[in-house]
């Protein structure tokens, strides 16, 4: 992509829930000589690092690539040992013999992600799937060793992570390091499909855009003394503290902002945004519940992204285009494929004139299935640029809600603002990023006394 200048299945999130077996599918990857990857035995090892429900899912995917058993769980990390217990005990459950992780493969601890790295071999692969304020760190020490990275998002809570994650997507394509970024909506064939229509003109020029993530409100209550605790923060700031992992607009948003960027094949050159807070908000978060964005395109085309959390109000969780020609729908409820092109610009069943084939995988899993290949095949897989790029333009529109001005590319190209100096020297006795008033309340961004470009 150029800069400025120039039918739903069920989703890998909810196996955890699921009992018996998983379906593997009926794609065959072919069967390559023992020296393209990673070692004799032709296995892929895994580490997990961060060992929450995003990263389980993620092993989930890895495990059930079609016709691929030669991949393997042989390292788990996290701050604590309870999460890795659980995990693995179901880990074992759905994928037995592949689980080859005994307790001195299970690291706890701040440092926990350099000892599971360190017991992987060049053509493995790490997972990045903790919180996104340290994901640059963890890239960054996986590329340095040699190790391919999985790494969820968001890639980084602000400006100046983003900045350091581009060198290391520089880094790892001088030394052929691969890395598949969590934007998985990328693999659906039938998005692809209507991409290479867009791209063929059957749309005419796309002119509007229209990207809503709208569902219900998830309030944080008052933290009490936890509120003061380093790790405590982590725990709960997952999507209520901007320092933790952005914030639950670009935590949820990206995935739609990524489709329009997408969609246009470029980024945005500038946004301008509102948000706000609910009538009677109890919120001790830093969120805000509503955030309407314009972004602008070099060639004068709006995308209009929308993300709220509120109760007893409509819902929509979609991507829709229009072109000069006709308009098309890119994705639906929770990234299910739901591709469509229409007669004219009416978005309605009755109106529809093209439907791709039904996706056979989860988008999750077409990720997977196309990251391991690249393993396999050895071929040039290194989506980080890409990733972080989706980032940024998330970030511009967080931006532009939250300072209530018009934030450009070039602003968010330039700034290196951090939530925190030095987020790899952060331990268990770190004092707290951000302290709450004695309400219990966070502080939340005002136009004219917040910053975070």
């Known amino acids: 992509m150029s800069t400025p200048h120039d039918t ?72 604590q040992e309870k999460p890795i217990q659980e995990k693995h005990e179901v880990f074992t459950k759905h994928f037995g013999e592949r689980i080859e992780v005994p307790a001195d493969r299970q690291f706890i601890g701040f440092d926990a992600y350099k000892h599971a790295i360190d017991t992987l071999r060049p053509g493995d692969v790490a997972m990045c799937t903790t919180r996104a304020y340290i994901r640059p760190t963890h890239v960054a020490y996986a590329v340095e060793r040699g190790i391919n990275v999985f790494m969820e998002k968001p890639f980084a809570s602000d400006p100046g992570g983003l900045h350091r994650l581009l060198a290391t997507a520089e880094a790892a394509e001088r030394k052929g390091v691969k890395i598949a970024a969590g934007l998985q909506c990328r693999h659906s064939p039938a998005r692809q499909a209507l991409i290479e229509k867009i791209r063929n003109g059957e749309l005419g020029d796309i002119t509007l855009i229209r990207a809503n993530r709208l569902g219900n409100s998830r309030w944080l209550a008052p933290q009490g003394d936890k509120a003061l605790r380093f790790t405590e923060q982590l725990a709960f700031g997952k999507i209520h503290l901007l320092w933790v992992g952005s914030g639950h607009m670009v935590d949820n948003l990206i995935h739609q902002i990524d489709e329009c960027c997408w969609i246009k094949d470029s980024w945005p050159v500038s946004c301008v945004g509102m948000g706000a807070r609910e009538a009677l908000s109890t919120d001790c978060g830093q969120n805000l519940d509503t955030y309407s964005m314009e972004y602008t395109y070099a060639d004068g085309t709006k995308a209009f992204c929308g993300f709220r959390r509120q109760n007893k109000a409509r819902g929509d969780f979609a991507t829709y285009l229009h072109g000069t020609r006709k308009a098309a729908q890119f994705s639906g409820l929770t990234h299910a494929a739901t591709v469509h092109m229409f007669k004219d610009q009416r978005i309605e069943r009755s109106n529809i004139t093209w439907t791709p084939p039904d996706d056979i995988h989860t988008p999750w899993q077409f990720e997977w299935n196309a990251f391991i290949a690249s393993i396999r095949g050895d071929k040039p897989h290194n989506e980080a640029k890409r990733a972080a790029y989706s980032d940024f ?21 330039q700034s290196r603002f951090q939530f925190i100096d030095n987020p790899e020297a952060l331990d268990y006795d770190s004092p707290v990023p951000v302290e709450p008033a004695e309400d219990g309340h966070f502080p939340i961004p005002r136009p004219g006394a917040w910053e975070e470009v």
Request: with cysteine; glycine share 10%; charged share 20%.
């Open 393 to 413: 333009a998330s970030l511009m529109g967080r931006a532009a809600c939250h300072t209530g001005q018009e934030v450009t590319w070039e602003d968010m190209m």
């Open 8 to 79: 739903p299945s069920p989703g890998r999130r909810q196996f955890l829930q699921q009992t018996g077996t998983l379906a593997a599918g009926t794609a065959l990857l072919a069967h390559l000589p023992r020296n393209v990857f990673a070692a004799d035995d032709q296995s892929i090892r895994l580490a997990i690092i961060g060992c929450g429900n995003r990263g389980a899912g993620a092993v989930s995917d890895a495990l059930s690539v079609p016709e691929d058993k030669g991949v393997k769980l042989w390292a788990m990390a996290d701050l």
